[in-house]
């Protein structure tokens, strides 16, 4: 059976679980758990990835993020294996360190943002690392802690989170320990990390209640949303997959683009790749990095190559739109 479209396009929520081989330890210690957290916040600044929440535990990990303009697969890739790198060196280990890479699922934001954070923020509880709410305030190791602002991690985008509870720092932070208190003795696990049409449709009573109405509806193993989000996403994928540029299309429509500003600006070539930032210089490579990753398709590397910038300040120029 052919591979359906890759759902990995910047800007796309996502909730991510990673696991070890063979249900193997991920982290050994405080110093191995730092070590993942930097490298997560490192790599998600670099990459314009947004982080909401995550739970760092033993043998496997939650993260949900929104992908910045390389997509999802290269920042997993680069946080992945470096770290495995470090792990192996560290413990003077050999092997694989992840079991088939990481699970991702794409999430409608809207239904499932708020459940989504209280799932995996309550995994430390639920795994029995911690007794209490007001434990998991302090337990450095989930981002609920930065929610509370018992801990500071400063690539969280904590709010981003809060407002989905409210307009105002005190009253967010009550509503959503409230939720957390309602969610507590909620089982989530299927509806949220299953698959197929009952995490698609929200859970099995509403499969359950479609099937009595002969109601059919899209669903995606890789998808967490109704069947209008579903179908608006492989859509989407779709649509991508068509309008792919090959790298020698790619670097033909970015020299005309370069020539044509520049011809516009009244600026040569030569300038605008000087590293000079003067005058009108870096809103003209931001208008041109935004077309060459947004439009085109070109990596962030390849566009930097291209204006005579650094990787981190193409990051930096697309990451607001």
């Known amino acids: 059976m052919p591979r359906g479209p890759r759902l990995d396009a910047p800007g796309t929520l996502h909730h991510v679980m990673i ?70 060196r560290r413990h003077k280990r050999v092997g694989h360190l992840f079991q088939n890479r990481y699970k991702s699922i794409i999430c409608e934001e809207e239904a499932y943002f708020d459940k989504l954070v209280a799932y995996i923020h309550l995994n430390p509880i639920r795994a029995g ?12 190791w989930c981002s609920h802690a930065v929610l509370m602002r018992k801990v500071r991690y400063d690539w969280i985008d904590r709010d981003y989170v809060l407002q989905f509870f ?25 509806e949220l990390s299953g698959g197929g049409l009952i995490r698609s449709q929200g859970g099995w009573s509403k499969v359950q209640s479609m099937r009595k109405t002969s109601t059919k509806a899209l669903s995606d193993e890789r998808i967490l949303g109704g069947d209008s989000f579903v179908k608006d996403m492989l859509k989407e994928a779709e649509d991508r997959k068509k309008l792919a540029l090959s790298a020698d299309e790619q670097l033909k429509l970015v020299n005309e683009a370069i020539e ?6 009244g600026v040569t ?39 005579g910038v650094t990787t981190n300040a193409v990051s930096y120029m697309v990451r607001r739109r």
Do not use: W
């Open 19 to 88: 696991r070890g081989i063979e249900k193997g330890n991920i982290v050994h210690d405080d110093a191995d758990r730092k070590e993942f957290l930097k490298r997560m916040g490192e790599l998600a600044k670099g990459s314009g990835t947004s982080i909401y929440a995550f739970a760092l535990m033993t043998n496997h990990a939650h993260i949900l993020l929104k992908s910045g303009t390389t997509g999802l697969s290269t920042y997993m890739r680069r946080l992945l294996s470096g770290y495995a790198q470090y792990l192996n």
């Open 129 to 140: 690392y911690v007794e209490t709410l007001q434990q998991l305030s302090s337990y450095p």
């Open 166 to 190: 409210g307009s105002r720092e005190g009253e967010a932070r009550n509503a959503y320990l409230a939720f957390l208190e309602e969610e507590i003795d909620i089982d989530r696990e299927k």
């Open 260 to 265: 044509q500003a520049c011809r516009d600006a």
């Open 269 to 307: 070539t030569t300038f605008l790749r000087s590293g000079s930032r003067s005058g009108l210089l870096p809103s003209l490579r931001k208008q041109l990095a935004e077309k060459f990753v947004y439009e085109y398709g070109v990596s962030l590397a390849e566009t930097a190559r291209q204006l």
